[in-house]
């Protein structure tokens, strides 16, 4: 039985979290999936709790979406902060940079820039998703990370409606903006599309010289 598990193990281990997974089938990353993913979940839920303890007036922000920006927002930002920084540098030290940056933009997910306002919960909930992103990518599983991200951004929104924890909407009122994020995930997917069969081209020449 321990041998069994032995990639599992090796995997939830800190020490691999800036590496490739040891396997990467679908079966296997879903459950790097669950494994990060839920340490998102417990930390959001006690970090919120010590937040609400140390913030005077502390509640976790509510702001109004779409369905269209949170499922967009899947090959948007898996692209600028993962796989675009993965395939120019070639390097997940680099991916760690970019995914930080990614990580902290979330605590501002708020309509004010308050310390009794900012996106704390959020922001705790990503940071392991963050190490999640960076090995798919980086054991060539790129297109998994984006749709993982988009669908459950899907599931947190369709849960927040039924629930009324924010006003949401299925698209925005501006149509130039929904057609916009449209063209632009596109656009980022066919360019990561594009660095990736370079990256692919360039490892080939280097190991046949």
């Known amino acids: 039985m321990p041998a069994r598990f032995s990639d599992e193990r090796a995997d939830f281990n800190p020490r691999s979290w800036l590496t490739r997974y040891r396997r990467n089938s679908i079966g296997y990353i879903t459950k790097m999936l669950f494994f990060y993913h839920g340490m998102g979940i417990g930390l959001l839920l006690a970090g919120t709790a010590v937040v609400e303890q140390l913030v005077p007036g502390y509640e976790e922000p509510s702001v109004p979406r779409s369905l269209i920006t949170v499922l967009v927002a899947g090959p948007i930002e898996e692209t600028i902060f993962f ?61 998994f990370a984006v749709t993982v991200h988009s669908a459950w951004n899907g599931i947190f929104f369709a849960a927040g409606c039924g629930t009324g924890e924010f006003s949401c909407t299925a698209i925005e009122q501006d149509a130039l903006f ?31 010289i």
């Open 83 to 143: 796989g675009i920084p993965f395939y120019v540098f070639n390097s997940s030290h680099a991916v760690i940079v970019t995914g930080a940056l990614w990580a902290a933009l979330h605590i501002f997910n708020t309509p004010s820039i308050e310390l009794a306002s900012l996106a704390f919960g959020n922001w705790l909930f990503v940071v392991p998703s963050l190490f999640f992103s960076l090995r798919t990518w980086a054991s060539g599983k790129g297109w």
């Open 178 to 208: 929904n057609a916009g994020s449209i063209a632009l995930s596109g656009a980022l997917i066919a360019g990561t599309c594009a660095l990736y069969r370079w990256r692919r081209r360039k490892a080939k020449s280097e190991f046949n």
